[in-house]
């Protein structure tokens, strides 16, 4: 069963938002983020976060040209989503 949640977080002194799908696979949990800022989006390498063991997400495809900001801004809301809904 697909789980969608969604997240807010802080970047460039404004607040976003977006809808995160989730997805399992044997080798890892795929996040997708969905009704995402255009703009955001081109600072990122892709709409996609993986996640091959509890805690640990990466964004797919990353590059130095990428706002590492921004990947951290999501990554920090949808690992306090997942540490909030395990509890």
Do not use: C, W
């Amino acid at each position: 069963m697909a789980r969608v949640f969604n997240i807010y977080f802080a970047f460039d002194g404004m607040m976003y938002n977006a809808v995160v799908s989730v997805r399992t696979t044997p080798f890892h949990i795929e996040y997708t983020l969905n009704n995402f800022d255009d703009e955001l989006l081109g600072l990122l390498p892709g709409n996609k976060i993986l996640s091959k063991s509890p805690g640990h997400f990466v964004f797919q495809n990353t590059s130095p040209e990428n706002s590492t900001d921004l990947m951290n801004a999501i990554i920090k809301a949808v690992s306090e989503h997942m540490h909030a809904t395990e509890a």
